[in-house]
């Protein structure tokens, strides 16, 4: 125990002088229209490159900067890089429309200036509201549904677009589902593999879609890794996939190659 408690207080030391570093970096995954293969934005992903142990994951830090709050200053800069960003991109490819995800934690989606944080950010960058998606996982909003209720409805005046990630895992309640202003629902990718060849999981996915399409929302499928779940999701009407399938998440500079070639598969 006396081990483990000294690694994770290293980890926290090494957490907080990354920060002043600067020593994360976002690594781009897009996501693509399953109708024309072509690409519709990018899911901004943490990666921090430690100066001994090279890069690391956000599995094995992310719970960690929750639990000392270090994931609220982290959390604005991968929101203020990942607009910086795609801001440049909507400037060099003005005939493509992009949009840019950007994960926030359960405890960063409850600071009470969240709204004027991001509000700032944006005018910072010059990024317009709607080209910035928001994902939240289920369990974040379930854990508190009225603030969650409040605080989606704030961000929805203001313009940006909310995801609701992971969809399916947490725990969750269907009857709320229609009072938050939820803009696009992302399947875990628990669900996409085998989708191909497991009836159960086929049915599961059909009824999202059509839950979806009920209230309105778009559906991303995460994690597609062959062309037989892109198929299936086809199939099945989802509209939008993200995965090793199409690509793994690349830095900016691979990304921008990436929307010059326009099409991330031909479909
Ligand atoms: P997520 O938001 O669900 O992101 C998708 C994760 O699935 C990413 O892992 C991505 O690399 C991985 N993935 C994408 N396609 C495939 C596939 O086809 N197969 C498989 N097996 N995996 C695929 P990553 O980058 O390691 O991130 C893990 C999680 O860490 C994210 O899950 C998200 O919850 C969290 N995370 C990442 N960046 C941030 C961040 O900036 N802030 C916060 N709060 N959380 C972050
Ligand atoms: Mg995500
Ligand atoms: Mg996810």
Redesign the pocket.
Known sequence: MHTQAMALLQLETDLKRSLKRQEFQL?Y?PIVSLKSGSITGF????RWHHPIHGIV???EF?ALAEETGL?VPL?YW?LREACRQMKIWQVQFPETPLTIS????GR?FLQSDLVAQISQILQETGLEPRSLGL?I?ESAIMENTEAAALMLLQLRDLGVRLYM??FGTGYSSLSYLHRFPIDTLKID?SFINNVDVDTEKIEIIRTVVALAWNLGMDVVA????TNKQMNQLKALKCEFG????FS??LDSEMAGALIAQKQCIAI
Request: net charge negative; no cysteine.
């Open positions: 690594s995954q899911e901004a992903l943490v994951y956000p599995a992310i994931i959390g991968v950007v994960n926030i934690s960063q994902e996982t990630d992971d990718r995460e994690g597609v890794e993200q995965g090793y399938f793994k998440s």
